[in-house]
């Protein structure tokens, strides 16, 4: 246990505000009456702002912010983020959630917010670790959500019932691309990761192949032949020509990891999300 979380996004509804605010000044007695050795915090909901005084009641507070999934515009973040340090130099902050939905057989070589696909999905995060990176006084980040879950109400992605905002699938089978964003920054056990084999069909005669490594050069060899060699930290683009059926090889060290990309006629109609009138009234 690192701290005691007071409340989660109560200003989404509480209409009493006065009467909220006392009852966390007693909940936050109480935290640091039964236990002096640990601070308190609460999350707060994106629309409550910087200055409300519910967000100055514990030691700590985090946001759950989903700046650049349910609200364009990833850069968001960082002026946020800017802005709460500016006002609140000695305020500790930290992001309680974030995330993107992201399904693993919904691809796309133009992603953008809302399509659910695995790419944009991984643009998200890939977007997310730079900005905490950039803002290293944070006192904690947490990625929403390790898993899919279940979420009765909603009806997103094309699968109803559930949140797709995990680096990993439901039945834990399925790890997708930005689990592996993950693994290249916080990870020690070297490894390789091609992204986007699930995106086999391709209409382009030429593709950018994302790699992702926690090793600082990787090699891609297309069927079979070196095609180049770069250094970096975490992701490596290359540019490969498709020319009916390529088989790519990445290689980082000791780790290798192969893909199969097809040069195709038409888009395969399975990688597009395909949009119907939902009965279910999703709280978005």
Same mark, same amino acid.
């Given at each position: 246990?690192?701290?005691?979380?007071?409340?989660?996004?109560? %200003?989404?509804?509480?209409?009493?505000?006065?009467?909220?605010?006392?009852?966390?000044?007693?909940?936050?007695?109480?935290?640091?009456?039964?236990?002096?050795?640990?601070?308190?915090?609460?999350?707060?909901?994106?629309?409550?702002?910087?200055?409300?005084?519910?967000?100055?009641?514990?030691?700590?507070?985090?946001?759950?912010?989903?700046?650049?999934?349910?609200?364009?515009?990833?850069?968001?973040?960082?002026?946020?983020?800017?802005?709460?340090?500016?006002?609140?130099?000695?305020?500790?902050?930290?992001?309680?959630?974030?995330?993107?939905?992201?399904?693993?057989?919904?691809?796309?070589?133009?992603?953008?917010?809302?399509?659910?696909?695995?790419?944009?999905?991984?643009?998200?995060?890939?977007?997310?670790?730079?900005?905490?990176?950039?803002?290293?006084?944070?006192?904690?980040?947490?990625?929403?959500?390790?898993?899919?879950?279940?979420?009765?109400?909603?009806?997103?992605?094309?699968?109803?019932?559930?949140?797709?905002?995990?680096?990993?699938?439901?039945?834990?089978?399925? =790890?997708?691309?930005?689990?592996?964003?993950? =693994?290249?920054?916080?990870?020690?056990?070297?490894?390789?990761?091609?992204?986007?084999?699930?995106?086999?069909?391709? %209409?382009?005669?030429?593709?950018?192949?994302?790699?992702?490594?926690?090793?600082?050069?990787?090699?891609?060899?297309?069927?079979?032949?070196?095609?180049?060699?770069?250094?970096?930290?975490?992701?490596?683009?290359?540019?490969?020509?498709?020319?009916?059926?390529?088989?790519?090889?990445?290689?980082?060290?000791?780790?290798?990891?192969?893909?199969?990309?097809?040069?195709?006629?038409?888009?395969?109609?399975?990688?597009?999300? %395909?949009?119907?009138?939902?009965?279910?009234?999703?709280?978005?």
């Amino acid at each position: 246990i690192v701290c005691w979380g007071v409340s989660n996004e109560i %200003t989404i509804s509480t209409k009493d505000n006065r009467d909220m605010r006392d009852n966390h000044h007693v909940l936050n007695d109480l935290c640091h009456e039964m236990d002096k050795t640990r601070l308190t915090t609460l999350a707060c909901y994106a629309m409550c702002g910087p200055f409300n005084p519910v967000a100055h009641i514990t030691d700590l507070v985090s946001w759950n912010l989903y700046l650049g999934w349910y609200v364009p515009g990833l850069f968001l973040n960082d002026l946020w983020m800017d802005f709460f340090h500016l006002c609140y130099p000695n305020r500790a902050l930290g992001f309680s959630e974030y995330g993107a939905e992201g399904m693993p057989n919904l691809h796309s070589s133009h992603p953008r917010r809302g399509d659910h696909t695995e790419e944009y999905q991984a643009i998200y995060h890939e977007y997310m670790l730079r900005c905490f990176d950039r803002h290293k006084w944070l006192w904690a980040t947490h990625v929403w959500n390790m898993y899919d879950f279940a979420a009765d109400a909603r009806d997103q992605g094309g699968e109803p019932g559930m949140n797709h905002k995990g680096l990993v699938t439901f039945d834990r089978k399925t =790890k997708k691309d930005s689990f592996y964003i993950y =693994k290249a920054w916080w990870s020690d056990e070297p490894f390789v990761h091609i992204c986007s084999k699930r995106y086999a069909d391709r %209409t382009e005669n030429e593709i950018e192949v994302k790699v992702y490594s926690n090793q600082k050069q990787v090699s891609l060899y297309v069927n079979g032949e070196k095609l180049s060699e770069q250094e970096g930290e975490h992701i490596f683009k290359f540019r490969v020509k498709l020319n009916g059926e390529t088989k790519v090889q990445a290689v980082a060290g000791d780790s290798i990891d192969d893909a199969i990309f097809r040069k195709v006629d038409a888009p395969n109609p399975d990688y597009k999300l %395909t949009k119907k009138k939902s009965t279910s009234a999703n709280w978005v």
